[in-house]
């Protein structure tokens, strides 16, 4: 059943039910009192049945049902079917529930005149704390169903709002993975072509090295895509909780990153400086990336042909400094300034690098050195 029809059933049963009290207690009061020949009126009766029935539309219209069931309830009192005005509170806190106060408010004025309007003085006063009563009731009904919308929107934009971060950091993932992959194959992809007919065993060499590079590339983007599933599956309440198909990528990989390079034939040094000590999941992984691109944009875009990683462990950061001795950076001015364009690639790697980042609360900077060459220096809490 659609929640349309759902809502259709549960107003169609609220109508149903409150119908059926008002004229129970329309055409039972005068047995309660003993008075059996003052039956009400039938077009009493139909009055009743008429305002019960509008209920069905109370969502919908709240103000017009409001304005029919209290006309069809005076109209039946007025012909002496003495509804229970059940009818009339129903439609009462639908109009409060829905904004509508003020024709609310009317409805419980109007009644009140009528009501009172050869009463006794006693009664006016009971009848009106009752009435205050019954709209202070309507108030705080419509003030925590106002809470509880807000909390469900909060909730639905939170949610929004992790999907969409999850998937640009698995993007940020794949980007890596595939640009550093990539890049690594195809300088080992032209030295095998160069070298096929001249010098066999090193185009063998540069083929293993492929062979290498595109397993791991594989075992990652299993890592990535698994990340992926899980996250879909934990958002949809169906995860299956498995362990990652290959080990997350940390500063304790980098000496394999740096070998990945080495073998394009781009030497790299990897040193640290401090007290070296377990970061923090998140804070591994993103030093890690960060390092795998900034050699990805020097492999690729610095026309070097060396790169210095260095970890500086403060006591309460970590600092990550890339170096490599391209030419032309600093020549042309290419590459400068935080985005990373020109030389240096089109910025997404580099833009990827700085939202890796700013999301630990950390920063990035990136551009050419003063003596030549390009340098990626980051900033993370650790």
């Keep these: 059943m659609t929640k349309a029809a759902r809502r259709w059933v549960t107003d169609a049963g609220v109508a149903a039910l409150a119908t059926g009290a008002d004229l129970g207690f329309s055409l039972g009061r005068s047995q309660w009192h003993g008075q059996v020949s003052s039956k009400p009126n039938s077009f009493g009766i139909l009055l009743v049945v008429v305002g019960g029935a509008a209920l069905v539309a109370r969502r919908r219209y709240p103000k017009t049902v409001l304005a029919v069931v209290l006309g069809a309830t005076l109209g039946a009192v007025a012909l002496g ?114 070298l096929m007919d001249r010098q066999p065993e090193r185009a063998r060499e540069a083929l293993t090295a492929i062979r290498e590079v595109s397993g791991q590339a594989l075992a990652e983007f299993g890592t990535v895509l698994g990340a992926l599933r899980d996250t879909s599956g934990t958002l949809d309440g169906a995860g299956d909780g498995g362990a990652p198909l290959a080990p997350v990528p940390g500063v304790a990989r980098l000496d394999e990153l740096a070998a990945r390079a080495r073998s394009a034939g781009f030497a790299v040094s990897v040193a640290a400086e401090g007290p070296v000590r377990q970061l923090p999941a998140g804070v591994d992984a993103a030093a890690y990336r960060i390092v795998q691109e900034a050699l990805t944009n020097a492999v690729r875009h610095s026309a070097g042909r060396s790169a210095n990683v260095l970890l500086r462990y403060g006591d309460d950061d970590l600092v990550i400094e890339v170096d490599d001795d391209g030419v032309g950076a600093g020549a042309s001015g290419a590459g400068q300034g935080k985005n990373g364009a020109g030389s240096h690639g089109s910025g997404n790697g580099l833009t990827g690098m700085a939202e890796r980042a700013r999301a630990l609360g950390g920063s990035l900077d990136a551009g050419p050195r003063p003596g030549g060459g390009f340098r990626v220096l980051a900033k993370l809490p650790a």
């Design 81 to 194: 079917a003495d509804a229970a005005w059940f009818a009339l509170i129903v439609a009462f806190f639908s109009a409060v529930l829905q904004g509508q106060r003020v024709a609310a408010i009317a409805s419980l004025v109007i009644g009140y005149g009528f009501s009172v309007w050869n009463a006794s003085g006693e009664f006016d006063l009971l009848l009106l704390a009752g009435l205050v009563t019954l709209l202070s009731v309507a108030e705080l009904s419509r003030a925590l169903n106002a809470r509880a919308a807000a909390d469900r929107r909060g909730r639905a934009e939170a949610t929004a709002r992790r999907v969409s971060e999850e998937r640009v950091a698995i993007a940020r993932d794949l980007h890596d993975v595939v640009a550093h992959s990539i890049s690594v194959i195809n300088v080992q992809a032209n030295t095998a072509l160069h």
